[in-house]
């Protein structure tokens, strides 16, 4: 049976979504918010440092407090993100299944949910995230925020349209071709669009260097690089971590409605004549 045939839409939308949220919250509560922390705090010396240079400017008390922000603005933000981003899941795994029903194919709607969760990781996160990769607070211009936000989203839907282009290609070319062949040629024509897409748009360096005074003499250093490196990093696995969350909870789902789908059609459970 589909997993969204006769399922509950709020089984097959949200669920997921909700589930990888709170997962996702706790990873990055436990690993990146120590080191949005040491960023803020870096933030802090680095605007008394300007200002003891005579560059800076003064900053206005914050409307809320770095507690609330970390506690319920993140929880809502993380969870929000993830129930949205459950929901095109879903979206997309009845436009997939559809695709290989058409095709002649018949895949497991456990083992579909998986790859598909997968495939949604690169596409979305891995592959725009190698290019423009995520930033912690006082890294970046203000300056270059709209563009390099429109340069990351475009690539994200470079990405996603060069992913369903290539699903909808090599289910095509399976038949013909064979499994693994087929396989073979859409990933490598996806690496190619997107290797040109990275090429062809712009880059942005936006790492805070040193603070020096005029004379050369050093004030403050430069954004640590573990910091930087570290939150990169987990802000990829904490992306990873939702979407196996997402494709793990739908898996199971379809298998429990599958299961009970075969109960009901059993003939031990049917009443004897």
């Avoid at 969204?4 to 097959?12: A, E, G, I, Q, T």
């Avoid at 995230?129 to 936000?149: E, F, H, I, Q, W």
């Avoid at 990933?187 to 190619?192: C, H, K, Q, S």
């Avoid at 290797?195 to 790492?207: D, T, Y």
Wanted: with cysteine.
């Amino acid at each position: 049976m589909p997993l969204n045939s006769d399922m509950h839409p709020l089984l097959r939308y949200l669920v997921p979504g909700a589930v990888a949220g709170v997962a996702a919250f706790v990873f990055s509560r436990v690993l990146i918010a120590p080191l949005i922390g040491a960023a803020v705090d870096y933030e802090g010396e680095r605007e008394h440092a300007e200002e003891h240079l005579g560059g800076g400017h003064e900053h206005g008390h914050e409307l809320f407090t770095r507690s609330v922000q970390e506690h319920f603005g993140a929880a809502t933000g993380v969870i929000a993100f993830a129930i949205v981003m459950g929901v095109l899941f879903a979206v997309a795994f009845g436009l997939l299944r559809t695709v290989l029903e058409r095709r002649g194919f018949r895949p497991d709607p456990a083992a579909l949910a998986l790859l598909l969760a997968a495939g949604m990781f690169v596409a979305v996160a891995l592959m725009p995230g190698l290019k423009y990769p995520a930033n912690p607070p006082s890294v970046g211009l203000d300056d270059t925020v709209p563009a390099r936000s429109s340069a990351f989203l475009t690539l994200v839907a470079v990405s996603v349209v060069a992913a369903s282009v290539a699903v909808v290609a090599g289910a095509a070319w399976a038949r013909r071709w064979g499994g693994w062949r087929a396989g073979g040629v859409v990933v490598g024509g996806y690496l190619a669009v997107m290797l040109c897409a990275m090429a062809l748009l712009p880059s942005f360096h936006e790492v805070p260097g040193p603070v020096r005074e005029p004379g050369g003499a050093l004030v403050l250093d430069g954004f640590p690089a573990e910091v930087l490196a570290d939150f990169r990093v987990f802000t990829l696995m904490n992306q990873a971590v939702m979407w196996l969350v997402i494709g793990a909870t739908s898996a199971g789902l379809a298998a429990l409605h599958r299961r009970a789908y075969a109960q009901v059609r059993s003939p031990a459970h049917s009443t004897p004549g």
